[in-house]
């Protein structure tokens, strides 16, 4: 929405300022500390459109876009990002934009999911930063 970082790695455990990922592993220095496991983003675009098999894959190549707006940095060589598109309907609209439209779903569903979690032991959520 604004490009303000309002989840993700913080400086030190006891820290409250995030660090920004892509710049850290663009000037190569955090690489160790992303390069785990576990930074997997996965979702689903479900509609009433009818879909065939290669519009529903072009559904999700599309809704990805929301990844790359929320995310970052999205889709590296650590992560599994996946996205799936769901179809249980008759209407018939144009496939770009009903992409379009899901990319932007699918980024304010990343972020309202991020504003909605609470805090677990040790992993505070972004509302206790």
Known sequence: ????????AREAPESKRLIDSARALAAGTALGRFAETGHTTIGVVATNVRLG???AAKLASL??????RALSPPH????GDAL???SAG???VDLTRLGLAAADAVARAIARGVRAATSLPGLPAARDL
């Open 53 to 55: 098999k290669a519009e």
């Open 84 to 86: 799936f598109a769901l």
């Open 90 to 92: 008759d209407l018939a």
């Open 63 to 68: 809704a990805m876009l929301g990844f790359a």
């Open 1 to 8: 929405e604004t490009g303000t970082l309002i989840a993700g």
């Open 76 to 79: 590296t060589a650590f992560d």
